[in-house]
């Protein structure tokens, strides 16, 4: 009996962890950061419909540029690019504890509503998430995903095609997109979804409040690492 309650209620909060699969709600949610009554716009905090400046997809947040220490291993075999790429540079705009503004706030004319705003060392960010500018104790990103390279027989997957368009890493557990003009840079969205989309039961938001979702954004469950080991097969 108490087996059978169990089982229904998984089922039940699995169908609710689908209808509220999205941004909203996570730590990327402007709500849940400010913790404010009045309701703010979450796409904002990053995109805008018009923006002054060309950065994909319609970027809304503004930083001078930056330069990063970019990962760099003796056993590291895929040619890593000399600077941040997109999107990898954009997660940072907000996790390099330096501070950004939005390029166009919502509401009409003048109106700088600086709930949108990151200040220096914000206090939004706890330590483990404020990334600094030193990426060398970070798993690789801005390299060019090249499996035919890699001299260690991790067993990297070939990436293809998903759908008819664009190419990404598929493994048994997830999907992990490549971007740039060629579709072969691994990027920091190449492991994690910003906006929290993936679903699979059991995950959980760690704020304490919502339950049902992923934690760390990731595009898989990585209990047992078996995200990690979806692209390293033979480790
Ligand atoms: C915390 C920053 C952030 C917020 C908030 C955010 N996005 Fe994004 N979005 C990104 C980044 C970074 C990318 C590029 C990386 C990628 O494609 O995963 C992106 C990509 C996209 C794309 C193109 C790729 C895709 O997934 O289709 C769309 C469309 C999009 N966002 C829509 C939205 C909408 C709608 C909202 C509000 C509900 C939103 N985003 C909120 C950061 C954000
Ligand atoms: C608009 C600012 C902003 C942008 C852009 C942004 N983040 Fe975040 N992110 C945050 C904030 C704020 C938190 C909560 C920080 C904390 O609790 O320390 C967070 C938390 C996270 C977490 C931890 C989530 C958890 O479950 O605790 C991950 C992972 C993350 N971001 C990854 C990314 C990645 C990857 C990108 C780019 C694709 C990105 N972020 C872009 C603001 C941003
Ligand atoms: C190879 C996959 C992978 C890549 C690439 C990656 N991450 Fe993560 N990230 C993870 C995993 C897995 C975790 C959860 C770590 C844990 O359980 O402690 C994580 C955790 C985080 C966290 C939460 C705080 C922490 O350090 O544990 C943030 C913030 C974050 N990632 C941001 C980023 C940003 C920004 C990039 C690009 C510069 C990036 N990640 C690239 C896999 C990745
Ligand atoms: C989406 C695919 C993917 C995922 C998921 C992934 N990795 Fe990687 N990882 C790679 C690729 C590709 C490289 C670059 C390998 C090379 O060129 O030698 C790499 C590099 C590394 C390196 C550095 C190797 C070196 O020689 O310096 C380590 C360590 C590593 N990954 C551990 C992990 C761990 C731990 C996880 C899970 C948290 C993980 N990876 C998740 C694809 C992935």
Request: negative net charge; proline residues 7%; hydrophobic residues 30%.
């Amino acid at each position: 009996m108490k087996k059978n309650i169990f089982i229904v209620l998984l089922v039940i909060l699995f169908f609710v962890s689908k209808a509220q699969s999205s941004i909203m709600g996570t730590p990327h949610d402007v709500n849940v950061m400010r913790n404010t009554n009045e309701e703010l716009q979450v796409c904002a905090m990053c995109h805008t419909p018009h923006s002054k400046i060309e950065i994909t997809p319609l970027w809304n947040r503004n930083q001078p540029p930056q330069s990063y220490t970019i990962y760099e291993s003796p056993s590291f075999d895929m040619e890593a690019e000399e600077v941040l790429q997109l999107p990898s540079s954009q997660c940072m705009t907000c996790h390099n504890g330096v501070s950004s503004n939005l390029v166009n706030y919502p509401g009409p004319g003048s109106n700088m509503d600086t709930s949108y705003d990151i200040i220096n060392n914000d206090p939004l960010f706890s330590s483990y998430s404020n990334m600094g500018s030193n990426l060398k104790n970070n798993h690789p990103v801005s390299f060019i995903y090249a499996p035919t390279r890699d001299v260690d027989n991790n067993g990297f997957p070939e990436s293809r095609k998903v759908g008819t368009s664009r190419k990404a890493i598929v493994g048994s557990r997830g999907v992990y997109p490549l971007y740039g003009p060629n579709d072969n840079h691994f990027e920091c969205s190449t492991c994690h979804d910003v906006h929290d989309t993936v679903e699979y039961p059991g995950k959980e938001i760690n704020d304490g409040k919502s339950s049902g979702r992923q934690v760390f954004f990731l595009r898989a469950d990585n209990t047992g690492s078996r995200m990690c080991t979806d692209c390293h097969t033979n480790r």
